[in-house]
Nanobody
Framework: QVQLVESGGGLVQAGGSLRLSCAAS????????MGWYRQAPGKQRELVAI???????NYADSVKGRFTISRENAKKTVHLQMNSLKPEDTAVYYC???????????WGQGTQVTVSS
């Protein structure tokens, strides 16, 4: 079965940067869409950014101009470069990958991002 492993979370000062990574294990499948979600204390989980197999991207309004999503298809890996971080970016960030042929939806374990003021 496919497993997603996340890395790169941590504690940073406001204005700093972090780079999250998520890699899928296994073979014999294709990930069509990769994305990042986050859940802050007291809030619902929300979409942060997505990227398709063709490289098309979409971002939440709150992170546009600050975050960049990218993927490495050969490694089945997705990254999220987060710049100019704000305290309101503090949340648990979850990697998500969708495989349309297998009608499968995979999630990472979550990684904590904390931005101090």
């Amino acid at each position: 079965q496919v497993q997603l492993v996340e890395s790169g979370g941590g504690l940073v000062q406001a204005g700093g940067s972090l780079r999250l990574s998520c890699a899928a294990s296994g073979s014999g499948f294709t990930i069509n869409v990769m994305g990042w979600y986050r859940q802050a204390p007291g809030k619902q989980r929300e979409l942060v950014a997505i990227i398709t197999s063709s490289g098309s991207t979409n971002y939440a309004d709150s992170v546009k101009g600050r975050f960049t999503i990218s993927r490495e298809n050969a490694k089945k890996t997705v990254h999220l470069q987060m710049n100019s971080l704000k305290p309101e970016d503090t949340a648990v960030y979850y990697c998500n990958m969708k495989a349309y042929y297998h009608r499968s939806d995979y999630w990472g374990q979550g990684t904590q991002v904390t931005v101090s003021s």
